[in-house]
């Protein structure tokens, strides 16, 4: 199995364009996390999914960030208009759903908003 | 509100040594803790876990104890070895999410 992929790796991107992330869980899990890491807080639980269905996305910080997840195998992050402070390590995660204790995570996505 | 609290931001401990890691947390609906490891420019890895209902469990060089009444985790290893550096983060689960702390540095110093 690779993993939970993530695309791309890094993002540079101009203040005020879209951002689209990208995220592939293992096959066969039916939960999926978006979290985002900062040094001031840690790793934040930004929204997830299971059976492909949002259940929690209040850590969404604003109206500008949007997710999606289309079929077991894909899910996006979005953020529209991006700023300087979205900059930060947005990594995915997938479980086995509930009952599962851990998660597994991608590699992550390094954005830099300039 | 950071319902997982990690007080040290880095922690420095020489080869061979206990290495210990805090993390307190203030939920008390929380019925798992872990620790997940996390190298630079890779995602956290999960490292070991503990139900609420225990108050040590064991894996190899690692050892978590849980103290419920004072709500606060330790992780230790014992021998610390240079490439245990790396970011720790402690979490907790409710549910189906798992909160994190926002992690601790270990530097081990051969």
């Known amino acids: 199995d690779a993993g939970v992929i993530q695309s791309p790796r890094h993002e540079v991107t101009e203040m005020g364009q879209e951002v689209t992330l990208r995220c592939k869980p293992i096959?066969?899990?039916?939960?999926l996390f978006w979290y985002r890491q900062t040094m001031m807080r840690g790793l934040e639980l930004l929204i997830y999914?299971?059976?492909?269905?949002?259940?929690?996305d209040s850590g969404m910080p604003e109206d500008r960030f949007s997710a999606k997840m289309p079929n077991a195998s894909f899910s996006t992050l979005k953020i529209q208009p991006s700023e300087p402070r979205d900059s930060a390590v947005y990594f995915c995660?997938?479980?086995?759903?509930?009952?599962?204790?851990?998660?597994?995570f991608g590699s992550g996505t390094r954005l830099t908003v300039v | 509100d950071q319902q997982v609290k990690q007080n040290s931001p880095s922690l420095s401990v020489q080869e061979g040594r206990i290495s210990i890691l805090n993390c307190d947390y203030t939920?008390?609906?929380?019925?798992?803790f872990l620790w997940y490891k996390k190298y630079p420019a890779e995602g956290p890895t999960f490292l070991i876990s503990?139900?609420?209902?225990?108050d040590k469990n064991e894996d190899g060089r690692f050892t978590v104890f849980l103290n419920k009444s004072a709500k606060h985790l330790s992780l230790h290893i014992v021998p610390s070895q240079p490439g245990d550096s790396a970011v720790y983060f402690c979490?907790?689960?409710?549910?189906?999410?798992?909160?994190f702390g926002a992690g601790t540095i270990l530097r081990v110093k051969s």
């Open positions: 096959s066969g899990h039916n939960s």
């Open positions: 979490a907790a689960r409710y549910g189906n999410k798992l909160v």
């Open positions: 503990i139900s609420s209902i225990k």
């Open positions: 995660a997938s479980s086995l759903g509930q009952g599962s204790v851990g998660y597994t």
């Open positions: 939920n008390s609906m929380f019925d798992y």
């Open positions: 999914f299971n059976n492909n269905v949002p259940i929690d």
